[in-house]
């Protein structure tokens, strides 16, 4: 990966950076070392809904379906079967994480960016959570008590408080 600032992310930092509003991320399987580049984004108007897409070529992101109150679906507009390898480890990763269970043999790397603006991490601090200083605070600290309370989540709104 080209980004120096990558970092991997585990337990309670991961959903926050996930539902951050602009995160970049990707999967690892560490028994075969295949991964996958995630993009999930906000939707502007629709609070609690964001869209997620998996990097299909050199910088080609193609859509595979929603994050809706913190469950994945796909839509009609999915360009992947739900069989699709990228999206049953994406399925997977997030009902996992939403549980706050673990998430065995499969690491979580961030992208070097903030999960929340998109802009390039700089502080350690911010490379170890995945947020920028700013950021952090706007966005459910790394918490066990933050997973719950986005499992629950009925907006977006919630998630920024
Ligand atoms: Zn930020």
Do not use: Q
């Not at 999967?27 to 906000?42: D, E, I, Q």
Request: proline residues 4%.
């Amino acid at each position: 990966m080209a980004n120096s600032n990558e970092s991997l992310l585990a337990g309670a930092k991961v959903l926050p950076f996930i539902l951050g509003g602009k995160s970049t991320f990707t999967l690892r399987s560490v028994k075969t070392g295949t991964r996958y580049t995630y993009r999930v984004s906000a939707a502007k108007e629709k609070p609690g809904l964001f869209f997620a897409k998996v990097l299909a070529g050199t910088d080609s992101y193609v859509y595979i379906g929603v994050i809706s109150k913190g469950v994945f679906r796909l839509t009609a507009a999915s360009k992947m079967a739900e069989a699709a390898v990228p999206v049953v480890a994406f399925k997977w990763m997030l009902e996992r994480v939403t549980a706050g269970a673990p998430t065995p043999n499969m690491e979580f790397w961030h992208a070097g960016k903030c999960g929340r603006c998109g802009r390039k991490l700089t502080v350690p601090e911010s490379i170890a959570c995945g947020l920028g200083p700013e950021c952090a605070g706007k966005v459910a600290s790394c918490s066990f008590a933050a997973i719950r309370r986005i499992t629950s989540i009925k907006s977006r709104n919630e998630l920024l408080k």
